[in-house]
C-alpha cells in the first residue's frame, strides 16, 4: 500500500458528461501530480500542484482541470468527456516539490466512457 | 486485478534466469532516471534511480546501467521471480523534476 488513496476505483459514464476524480497524498505529501494511462499513449504527466498552487503541467487538455484543497486532497475534473478520454488516472504524491524516488503512486481510477 | 491493456514488447523468462530490459531515451539533457513496475491493478512502484553522472547503479537483485553516448538504459533483474512479473517503465527527466515516462515492457516469468 502506496499510502495514496484514489477513488472511486472505477467509473462508467457517457459521453459529455462531467466527472470528478479525487485523491489523497501520503501524510505530508505536499506535491499532488495527475497522469493519464491509455492504451496507446502510455503514461501521460497531466498537472502538478504543490501546496495548493499549480507547479507543472503536461498534455493536460483545456477540457480537464484540477485543483488542490488546504487539506491537500487533490480533484481532478474531467468534462464533456469523449471516448478516447477512457483511460487509467493516477494520482502520485511526494513529499517535496520533486517526482522521482519520492512519489508514492495510487492504484489509480479506471475511467470508461461509453 | 485489471491489466494495463498496453501493446507491448514482452519479455518471457524461466524462473531463476536473469532478466534485461532495455530502454531507449530520447531527450539528451535529461540527467536522472528511474525505473518504475507496474503491477496488474496498481499503480507504477518505483524500484531504482541513476543520475547522469553514473552509469552503473545496484540495488537489491537490480542493476540499472545507462550509456549516454545512444541514450540507452537497462534494467537488469537477477535470479528472476514469478512475483517480478510486471510491467517495466523506465522514465527520464530534466530540471523540471517531472518524470517522462517510456512505453514500457511487459516481463512473464514462468515457473
Known amino acids: 500500500d502506496s499510502g495514496v488513496t484514489q477513488t472511486p476505483k472505477h467509473l462508467i459514464t457517457a459521453t459529455g458528461q462531467r466527472v470528478t476524480l479525487r485523491c489523497s497524498p501520503r501524510s505530508g505529501d505536499l506535491s499532488v501530480y495527475w497522469y493519464q494511462q491509455s492504451l496507446d499513449q502510455g503514461l501521460q504527466f497531466l498537472i502538478q500542484y504543490y501546496n495548493g498552487e499549480e507547479r507543472a503541467k503536461g498534455n493536460i487538455l483545456e477540457r480537464f482541470s484540477a485543483q488542490q484543497f488546504p487539506d491537500l486532497h487533490s480533484e481532478l475534473n474531467l468534462s464533456s468527456l469523449e471516448l478516447g478520454d477512457s483511460a487509467l488516472y493516477f494520482c502520485a504524491s511526494s513529499q517535496i516539490d520533486r517526482g522521482g524516488t519520492e512519489a508514492f503512486f495510487g492504484q489509480g481510477t479506471r475511467l470508461t466512457v461509453v | 486485478g485489471e491489466s494495463v491493456g498496453l501493446h507491448l514488447p514482452t519479455l518471457s523468462v524461466q524462473e531463476g534466469d536473469n532478466s534485461i530490459i532495455n530502454c531507449a531515451y530520447s531527450?539528451?539533457?535529461?540527467?536522472?532516471f528511474i525505473w518504475y513496475k507496474q503491477e496488474s491493478g496498481k499503480g507504477p512502484q518505483f524500484i531504482i534511480d541513476?543520475?547522469?553522472?553514473?552509469d552503473k547503479r545496484q540495488g537489491q537483485r537490480v542493476t540499472v546501467l545507462l550509456n549516454k553516448t545512444v541514450k540507452h538504459l537497462s534494467l537488469q533483474i537477477a535470479a528472476t521471480q514469478p512475483g517480478d512479473s510486471a510491467v517495466y517503465f523506465c522514465?527520464?527527466?530534466?530540471?523540471?523534476?517531472?518524470?517522462?515516462f517510456g512505453r514500457g515492457t511487459s516481463l512473464i516469468v514462468h515457473p
Open positions: 541513476i543520475r547522469s553522472n553514473m
Open positions: 522514465a527520464e527527466e530534466e530540471g523540471s523534476y517531472i518524470p517522462t
Open positions: 531527450n539528451s539533457a535529461s540527467d536522472y
